[in-house]
């Protein structure tokens, strides 16, 4: 049999483990487990019952840190006030030229907790990478070769916040059912932190996109096609798996923009399912100004392009039949489709009006109407939903607002996609995050330059040519929105069965 090293595991390790949680009760043997003694040959199969005997899971719990000095305290105290302690957590600092090094050695060492009676212990490392080419990558590899001796690794971003039952719900779930490689936390952001009519609407216009993602992962078999780096659970055999399989020294790859989607696609293949949580929560750190929105979307719309987009790139080969995949294909589908009826409608109005053929037919209303009913669906399943999230939904404005930014987003994304940019969207986005940098301000330009080409381009062109094109473009448009319109309606009248984003 071949040896492993001490406190080491296999990936063929089939020990059956159960939570260690006050919610799971006394540690048992599960019902299969004796009959195996009533076997006619039971020494035959003494192997077999002993590799099966329980034993409570261990999980290490990584936070990767990048100037986090103002976060880093409350995600650490968070944790520590889990009602399930991770059994150790490991932070790990890189590229970093703040005080996250000294806030979080305030945490170091060892740290009991009991709760109803059942006494958890942790302690808490703090290592300094310094200068690390593989960023937050590099960070998440390091973390899981400290953390090889656990059956679960929980890895956590150095801006999250843990609800107070976060880590016994996650570890609850993952333990019932062994299949499942990775398994993530419902994300929202903790809205009464934050101050500024610019950063209250960026906020509530994340937490709506964040529901609505969350949302359609649970409706479709809770299968999570990005197990977000936010605040997730991994099976360490799945990660073993995964690394075997892919011929990889560790399994966080630095050849894709998002490391998370391209794990979670590898954990799938490998044949374990990729999850949401059904009630696990996280609050994430959000953008709150549109310089810092611009590089945290580009990067994750670039990345989820470059996994799904055919052909080889590098090392990275697009699965575009890829089952955690299928959603981001309607996202973009989406997205396309709200560009093209956005613009459309805008154009063919200005046209309109320019040569006085414009009637309003109250129709029009119908779409927007039903917009309005479905952000306010989703507002309502929000668990902590409050006032601002109901009215950003109900004034239609704000929601809308926010669409015409996200489609911003879109379009630099797969400009910078297929025009084959090398850029360096991590960097891009620290850099947006410190307030350098203007490419926010792209796409405003790039849509000014379309409305004055087009009415530029209008005005060249005669009546009957203007005419023309007005009685072929509504048409077209007409059948555009009636299609997004029967998409909206579907999603406004699908059953939410009590899940709760």
């Known amino acids: 049999m071949t040896e492993t090293s001490p406190g080491l595991r296999r990936a063929t390790d089939r020990r059956i483990l159960v939570p260690r949680s006050t919610k799971a009760g006394p540690l048992a043997l599960p019902p299969a487990v004796p009959q195996l003694a009533l076997l006619e040959h039971a020494e035959a199969v003494s192997d077999e019952i ?8 261990t999980i290490s719990c990584i936070i990767p840190c990048y100037n986090e000095q103002d976060t880093i305290g409350d995600v650490l105290k968070s944790i520590l006030a889990q009602t399930r302690l991770p059994d150790v957590i490991h932070v790990i600092i890189n590229n970093t030229d703040d005080d996250t090094p000294e806030i979080a050695r305030s945490f170091e060492g060892r740290h009991t907790r009991t709760i ?23 960070a998440l590899n390091y973390g899981y070769f400290l953390s090889r001796g656990c059956d679960y690794i929980l890895g956590v971003d150095g801006d999250t916040t843990l609800a107070r039952d976060t880590v016994e719900r996650l570890e609850l779930e993952m333990t019932d059912d ?24 960026l906020v509530a216009g994340q937490r709506a996109q964040f529901g609505a993602f969350n949302m359609d992962n649970l409706l479709r078999g809770r299968n999570m096609a990005v197990l ?48 949401i949580s059904a009630t696990a929560r996280a609050f994430v750190g959000p953008m709150t100004n549109l310089r810092a929105l ?3 979307q580009v990067k994750w719309n670039f990345g989820a392009i470059d996994l799904f987009w055919p052909g080889q790139r590098g090392d990275n080969k697009g699965q575009p039949l890829h089952p955690n995949l299928r959603l981001r294909w309607y996202e973009n589908i989406a997205m396309l489709f709200n560009i093209g009826s956005r613009i459309g409608f805008l154009l063919l109005l200005m046209a309109a009006l320019s040569i006085h053929a414009f009637v309003f037919n109250p129709i029009w209303l119908i779409p927007p109407a039903i917009a309005m009913l479905l952000n306010l669906r989703l ?17 239609f404005l704000p929601a809308e607002l926010y669409m015409w930014i996200r489609m911003g987003h879109f379009v630099s994304a797969w400009t910078q996609f297929l025009a084959q940019s090398d850029k360096d969207n991590w960097a891009a986005q620290a850099n947006a995050e410190k307030g350098k940098g203007s490419a926010y301000v792209m796409p405003l330009i790039v849509l000014l330059a379309i409305l004055g080409g087009g009415i530029y381009a209008w005005s060249q062109q005669s009546v009957g040519v203007q005419s023309a094109i007005l009685s072929l473009g509504w048409p077209i448009l007409y059948l555009a929105t009636i ?14 069965r009590g899940f709760q984003v």
């Open 50 to 57: 002993a590799a099966a005997k329980p034993r409570h899971a």
């Open 116 to 138: 109803k009676g059942e006494e958890f212990v942790t302690t808490v490392h703090v290592h300094d990478m310094g200068v690390n080419p593989d960023k937050k990558v590099g």
């Open 178 to 201: 062994p299949r499942i490689g990775g398994l993530s936390a419902i994300y929202t952001i903790d809205k009464s932190r934050y101050r500024g009519l610019m950063a209250r609407f």
């Open 228 to 275: 977000g780096g936010q605040c997730s659970l991994f099976s360490i055999r799945a990660l073993e798996m995964v690394m075997v399989r892919h011929h990889q020294q560790a399994p966080w790859v630095r050849d894709s923009e998002v490391e998370d989607s391209k794990l979670s696609l590898q954990i799938k293949d490998a044949g374990f399912s990729t999850k």
């Open 294 to 296: 611009h590089g945290q």
């Open 379 to 395: 507002a309502l399943a929000m668990k902590d939903k409050s006032a601002s999230d109901l009215l950003y939904a109900a004034l």
């Open 483 to 496: 299609a997004q319109t029967v998409f909206m309606l579907r999603k406004l009248v699908r059953r939410h």
